[in-house]
């Protein structure tokens, strides 16, 4: 490489998708955060059990949603955008790219989070958070996420196809 060469690195576009939404500890003052450190020195703690603990509905873990068929649909709200590392498939080195994440009900009742990194998906899903129709890390704006194949593109790759939907909510 020359010594003028200029080597330009892309990372994921970020968006200002999850920073509109406070992190857990935003919520907390310094000193909050401070009188409630965990450490060998302490003769109390809190109670985390019994019947005035309740746990969230929404676990912090979360899986990586690979459709395996054509028409697969999953009912979600949109918890943002975020860069996620993940595996490269062609070199199997890790590299950042931007990952749609999302929470679900699944058939047992559970609230669960999953996210992916289609290039459609995540570009489409940003575009309707720009534009209002998706306010991230919500209940106000449910969507039906459909995959619906891989299409070649121009360039001669695979990608998949979406098809994304609001879910109306009929209050009776």
């Known amino acids: 490489m020359s010594e003028n060469t200029e080597l330009t690195v892309s990372q994921p576009q970020s968006t200002s998708v999850t920073t509109q939404q406070p992190t857990r500890a935003a919520r907390f003052t310094p000193e909050q955060i401070e009188s409630a450190q965990i450490h060998d020195a302490m003769t109390e703690i809190p109670s985390i059990v019994g019947d005035h603990v309740k746990l969230s509905p929404l676990g912090l873990s979360d899986d990586y949603w690979s459709p395996e068929k054509e028409g697969e649909t999953r009912h979600v709200w949109v918890i943002g955008i975020d ?61 039906a996420v459909t995959y619906t194949g891989l299409r070649r593109t121009k360039s001669g790759r695979n990608a998949a196809r979406w098809d994304i939907r609001p879910i109306v909510v009929s209050v009776q």
């Open 83 to 143: 860069p996620r590392e993940i595996i490269d498939m062609e070199t199997g080195e890790p590299k950042l790219v931007d990952c749609v994440r999302f929470a679900q009900h699944t058939d047992d009742g559970r609230v669960t989070r999953c996210h992916t990194a289609s290039a459609i998906l995540v570009s489409t899903i940003r575009s309707a958070i720009e534009r209002g129709e998706i306010i991230p890390s919500t209940f106000l704006t449910p969507i």
